[in-house]
């Protein structure tokens, strides 16, 4: 077939990508799902983040909501820079980091009376008590010469108001009262990430079941046997895959922000929706160009 014969069997669902294109396909996805994902770290700092960082919170509870949110927004720049299948170790941790910063985002958008933020500050202040006496611990007992090298853990964790009020915030969340005890709570809302995803939706349990172990493997270097089976062209999808499950991520949380902030109406008036949404139909132009090229390369 020529190049227009393949591109109306491709439009009509007669032929699919791979057979087209070959052990290339792979690879133009990865290259369109990259673009689509410096798309909308663009159109986010454009539009969203650089108001997000300059106007002044109203309240603490904000602040923690913006922050979560701004930390998704960091995530995304960086994967701007790992723009080549090899970076997919990268991807896959910015993927992690994204899924599970949405999680704690969605719910703390979900929350009406305000414990859930109540809980996510105590929690970050236990998880910081409890790291920070770790290596109290470990220097006292190893380098105790070393006094500078863990000299504000010690401030922190020996701060009487402070173990007073994790105490109190154990014994009314958790609850426990043992400050010693602090190793069994695991994270502020008492779930694990599939707990978390499952109570958000189906669709986000569903990226669990796809993407979590295999993220948590890379994370922790046991995935090795599972990736040293991969050959380019599978990594090159694994990449491009990893990349269109972050777009999701990503603009479910611009949604939740702008309607958590009460930013609707602006948006709606300036068409910020109706661009998010054309965002997607940009990219599908790219990648329509990427095949045609990729067909004219492959009849020369």
Same mark, same amino acid.
């Given at each position: 077939?020529?190049?227009?014969?393949?591109?109306?069997?491709?439009?009509?669902?007669?032929?699919?990508?791979?057979?087209?294109?070959?052990?290339?396909?792979?690879?133009?996805?990865?290259?369109?799902?990259?673009?689509?994902?410096?798309?909308?770290?663009?159109?986010?700092?454009?539009?969203?983040?650089?108001?997000?960082?300059?106007?002044?919170?109203?309240?603490?509870?904000?602040?923690?909501?913006?922050?979560?949110?701004?930390?998704?927004?960091?995530?995304?720049?960086?994967?701007?820079?790992?723009?080549?299948?090899?970076?997919?170790?990268?991807?896959?941790?910015?993927?992690?980091?994204?899924?599970?910063?949405?999680? !704690?985002?969605?719910?703390?958008?979900?929350?009406?009376?305000?414990?859930?933020?109540?809980?996510?500050?105590?929690?970050?202040?236990?998880?910081?008590?409890?790291?920070?006496?770790?290596?109290?611990?470990?220097?006292?007992?190893?380098?105790?010469?070393?006094?500078?090298?863990?000299?504000?853990? /010690?401030?922190?964790?020996?701060?009487?108001?402070?173990?007073?009020?994790?105490?109190?915030?154990?014994?009314?969340?958790?609850?426990?009262?043992?400050?010693?005890?602090?190793?069994?709570?695991?994270?502020?809302?008492?779930? !694990?990430?599939?707990?978390?995803?499952?109570?958000?939706?189906?669709?986000?349990?569903?990226?669990? +079941? !796809?993407?979590?172990?295999?993220?948590?493997?890379?994370?922790?270097?046991?995935?090795?046997?599972?990736?040293?089976?991969?050959?380019?062209?599978?990594?090159?999808?694994?990449?491009?895959?990893?990349?269109?499950?972050?777009?999701?991520?990503?603009?479910?949380?611009?949604?939740?922000? +702008?309607?958590?902030?009460?930013?609707?109406?602006?948006?709606?008036?300036?068409?910020?929706?109706?661009?998010?949404?054309?965002?997607?139909?940009? /990219?599908?132009? +790219?990648?329509?160009?990427?095949?045609?090229?990729?067909?004219?390369?492959?009849?020369?």
């Amino acid at each position: 077939m020529n190049k227009q014969e393949t591109l109306s069997a491709l439009s009509n669902g007669q032929l699919n990508l791979r057979e087209a294109l070959g052990e290339r396909a792979a690879r133009i996805l990865a290259k369109t799902f990259y673009a689509y994902t410096k798309q909308l770290f663009q159109f986010a700092k454009n539009n969203l983040a650089l108001k997000l960082i300059s106007s002044p919170r109203k309240s603490e509870n904000e602040g923690v909501f913006v922050g979560i949110f701004l930390r998704m927004y960091l995530w995304m720049e960086s994967l701007t820079a790992l723009d080549r299948p090899s970076h997919f170790q990268g991807v896959a941790v910015a993927l992690r980091s994204l899924f599970e910063l949405f999680l !704690d985002l969605k719910m703390l958008a979900d929350d009406e009376n305000g414990e859930c933020y109540e809980k996510y500050i105590a929690f970050s202040e236990i998880e910081m008590f409890r790291e920070g006496s770790k290596k109290v611990k470990f220097y006292e007992r190893n380098y105790p010469e070393e006094k500078e090298k863990y000299f504000f853990q /010690n401030q922190f964790t020996t701060d009487p108001e402070r173990i007073k009020r994790i105490t109190e915030n154990l014994k009314r969340f958790w609850p426990k009262d043992d400050i010693n005890d602090l190793g069994k709570i695991k994270h502020w809302t008492k779930m !694990d990430a599939r707990g978390r995803a499952g109570k958000i939706g189906k669709e986000y349990e569903k990226i669990y +079941v !796809d993407f979590y172990s295999q993220l948590s493997e890379i994370v922790h270097g046991s995935g090795l046997e599972f990736f040293r089976k991969l050959d380019k062209e599978q990594f090159e999808a694994y990449y491009a895959f990893c990349h269109e499950t972050v777009h999701k991520i990503f603009i479910d949380a611009i949604k939740i922000v +702008v309607k958590k902030l009460e930013f609707d109406k602006t948006w709606e008036q300036e068409g910020l929706y109706k661009k998010l949404d054309e965002l997607k139909d940009e /990219n599908m132009m +790219v990648f329509q160009t990427n095949i045609e090229e990729e067909l004219e390369n492959q009849q020369k």
